[in-house]
């Protein structure tokens, strides 16, 4: 029995001086502890626009004006090229295709399009299109309007974009 006792109060006299051990750099240490957070936000400042070329005023409405292009090219910032960012383009209709729309809501679907080498089709038979953005290379979204009769009107077509970051 004595020698359990003796054990014991060795093991526990070793645990309790090891637990109440002050830290040696502010042992003696009689005033206020003063202390300091610093906060720091860390962001991917990283944008996407879009741009629109070959188009013109007018068109002839009837066939034989040949297909046309209307060109989407996204920008970038400079940061979007150095985190690997991911970005997407698509249209408005239907497996997000591009759509010559109206102001009456007459609506043409676009099936055919022509994409940057630093692009991919999203899906089967889609208008959504996604890439990887690079320190160069060809983005670029062409969307053909085919040689066919169109209705007289105004008509726009719209594509949206989104980066993905990391």
């Given at each position: 029995m004595?020698?359990?006792?003796?054990?014991?109060?060795?093991?526990?006299?070793?645990?309790?001086?090891?637990?109440?051990?002050?830290?040696?750099v502010i042992?003696?240490?009689?005033?206020?502890?003063?202390?300091?957070?610093?906060?720091?936000?860390?962001?991917?400042?990283?944008s996407l626009n879009l741009s629109i070329?070959?188009?013109?005023?007018?068109?002839?409405?009837?066939?034989g004006r040949g297909a046309l292009r209307v060109t989407f090219?996204?920008?970038?910032?400079?940061n979007c090229k150095n985190i690997n960012a991911k970005y997407h383009i698509w249209g408005d209709g239907i497996n997000n295709k591009f759509q010559l729309i109206n102001e009456r809501g007459d609506k043409y679907t676009l099936s055919e399009y022509f994409v940057g080498g630093?692009?991919?089709?999203?899906?089967?038979?889609t208008g959504h299109f996604s890439g990887t953005v690079t320190r160069?290379?060809?983005?670029?979204?062409?969307v053909v309007i085919p040689?066919?009769?169109?209705?007289?009107?105004?008509?726009?077509?719209?594509?949206h974009?989104?980066?993905?970051?990391?």
């Open positions: 004595k020698k359990i006792s003796i054990i014991a109060s060795l093991v526990f006299s070793l645990y309790s001086g090891l637990s109440i051990a002050a830290d040696p042992t003696g240490n009689k005033g206020n502890i003063a202390s300091a957070t610093a906060k720091l936000k860390f962001v991917n400042k990283c070329s070959g188009i013109n005023d007018e068109y002839q409405a009837q066939p090219t996204p920008t970038f910032d400079n630093n692009l991919d089709r999203v899906g089967t038979n160069s290379g060809n983005y670029n979204v062409q040689d066919q009769y169109i209705k007289p009107g105004s008509y726009s077509i719209t594509a974009g989104v980066m993905v970051l990391p």
